[in-house]
């Protein structure tokens, strides 16, 4: 435990300048405050469900059907990217700190990234939401409880999403360069979102399809008025969850056998 703790301080500590680390800080930022300048622009006074299905679902389409994807493939990469351009993968594995500590470590600070990424999502979601009403007393926001849905809704992205975390992980572990886990995530996340978008049965097997497939998943409550439900523990979370752990751990023996030659 103690090896994991010191490799995951050094990830961060190796990361906290980069681009990668900073885009989970910086993309919520960005991409929340354009959707909020363009709802006080152009938003109009309705029901406050309607008006936080539109606030919300404008920043959830935009990262959940093609950014999340593209985002987490970016991720991935980029904490591997130190030891590929230095050429430090043979003295990392040498420290006395066991492999399995160091690849993990990695593993879960990408983890971490995206998820920070998505918990920031939420926040800036919710509090962006609340500020337009604030801003546009018309608007009110106030009258309708969405924070219990709106998280649940992140978290079932962040599960989704853990599939294509440890693909793109082991890909670019294997891969030296950028354009061939880049290649290979942005063609599959393409056939997810038209499988997806298609209503493909069996996309849910696909994890590229998941993140489109958690938000699209939402749904009404039976017997319940204006109340909705994320659907959190369905197929295609489970699938994730599934590919991710097979794969992680399939991920360590493939690279264990490369770094003793």
């Known amino acids: 435990m103690k090896g994991f703790i010191l490799s995951f301080r050094s990830e961060y500590y190796k990361s906290?300048?980069?681009?990668?680390?900073?885009?989970?800080?910086?993309?919520?930022?960005?991409?929340?405050?354009?959707?909020?300048?363009?709802?006080?622009?152009?938003?109009?006074?309705?029901?406050?469900?309607?008006?936080?299905?539109?606030?919300?679902?404008?920043?959830?389409?935009?990262?959940?059907?093609?950014?999340?994807?593209?985002?987490?493939?970016?991720?991935?990469?980029?904490?591997?990217?130190?030891?590929?351009?230095?050429?430090?993968?043979?003295?990392?594995?040498?420290?006395?700190?066991?492999?399995?500590?160091?690849?993990?470590?990695?593993?879960?600070?990408?983890?971490?990234?995206?998820?920070?990424?998505?918990?920031?999502?939420?926040?800036l979601t919710f509090g962006y939401g609340n500020l337009l009403g604030f801003l546009k007393p018309e608007l009110k926001f106030n009258d309708y409880a969405i924070s219990n849905l709106l998280f649940q809704v992140y978290l079932k992205l962040f599960l989704s999403s853990l599939g294509i975390l440890s693909i793109q992980f082991l890909l670019s572990l294997l891969w030296s360069d950028f354009l061939k886990p880049m290649g290979v995530g942005f063609v599959c996340t393409i056939a997810g979102v038209i499988a997806a978008a298609s209503h493909y049965k069996y996309a849910y097997l696909f994890p590229y399809s998941h993140p489109m497939l958690a938000i699209t998943g939402i749904s009404p409550k039976q017997g319940q008025a204006m109340q909705f439900d994320a659907n959190l523990w369905n197929k295609e979370i489970f699938v994730s969850l599934i590919i991710a752990v097979v794969v992680f751990i399939a991920g360590y023996f493939i690279v264990e056998k490369r770094s003793v030659k």
């Open 16 to 123: 906290r300048k980069t681009l990668g680390f900073w885009c989970a800080i910086l993309l919520p930022l960005l991409i929340c405050s354009l959707i909020l300048w363009g709802s006080y622009v152009h938003m109009r006074p309705a029901q406050p469900m309607i008006l936080w299905l539109q606030f919300a679902g404008s920043i959830l389409n935009v990262m959940g059907s093609l950014l999340l994807p593209m985002y987490i493939i970016f991720i991935a990469y980029s904490v591997n990217s130190l030891e590929h351009r230095a050429d430090t993968w043979k003295t990392l594995f040498s420290l006395p700190i066991s492999k399995w500590s160091v690849y993990s470590a990695k593993y879960f600070y990408s983890m971490f990234l995206v998820f920070i990424c998505l918990l920031l999502f939420s926040v």
